[in-house]
């Protein structure tokens, strides 16, 4: 959002008040509103059905019947934490500080690509990473000057809406649940949700999803311009210095051509330093992206006049975390990510005091 200039004692400038200033006998007539349409009600009706939604189911509703939760203590070598993710499957933990026993972050695959930027910067350094613990992230955190660990958090009970705008004005993927022990009055880490998960858990339960028939065109809703890309041959640390630098988790992958052919995901760092050891990540895209396993679920792609009702159909069927737009010849036109849509949802028309709150 851009906001004109003030030009106090412009010659010429006409000040705001002398509009208000009419002759006397003349009146100023308004324009007649624009007739709502019926795509445009059923928008605003489809987005007042999930805001309602959201404000009356908590956050401990989007868990499943059942689950699994690991957590880490803060003293844990990185070494074994990121051993432990990769064998369970999984590409975040919350935190735990048994010293003072209380929560201490939200550990994602962020704080691995910190790490290699941090063995980037100092190759002196790379004799002693097997020995960093968690608890040293921050410190490392600091050296490179990127944002420290997530910390936010939120109780299960509390509104599902207030667990998204948590999200929201914090950046953040994923939040975790914490409540407190009645006898010992002790945080506990109940679990952690995501944008796939609320989002998933509104397509399933709002059948008034099926009213948001806009196309993304005229939503305006993703990312189009100053999209980072790279190729099939670009350097994997190359890739690892866009995710950190334009704090993004993925980059689209063209050839010569302009057409997409990939992604490179955060997530695919985590495969190349498995075992503790980083000379994978000398390798190009391409190379890397062989060694994802068999299970990966494969690139979402939608064009630009796709409708979000269909995208929230996708997202209820698939497990996905972003659309690559592409146009008919699958070029790249643009990246839709999951807190894109989580953001709409929330906050368009609610205008601007409001998303400031």
Known sequence: MTSLPVIIGHEGFVHPASYLRRPRGQSQPMAPARPESAVERDQRIGLQRIRDFLKVRTSYDVLPLSFRLIIFDTGLLVKTSLNILIQ???VSAPLWDSKTSTFAGLLTTSDYINLIQYYWQNPEAVSRIDQFKLNSLRDIEKAIGVAPL???SIHPLRPLYEACRRMLESRSRRIPLIDIDDETKRAMIVSVITQYRILKFVA???????????PLKILNLGTYKNLETAKME???FEVIHQ???CNISSVPILNSDGIVTNVFEAVDVITLIKGGTYDELNLNVGEALQKRSDDFPGIYTCSIDDRLDTIFDTVRKSRVHRFVVIDGDNRLVGVLTLGDILEYILLEGEGDDFKAE
């Open 88 to 90: 369970n499957g999984i």
């Open 150 to 152: 997530e910390t936010i």
């Open 204 to 214: 399933v339960n709002v059948q008034e999803t099926q009213l948001l028939r806009k």
């Open 234 to 236: 670009t350097p994997v």
């Open 243 to 245: 995710l950190v630098n």
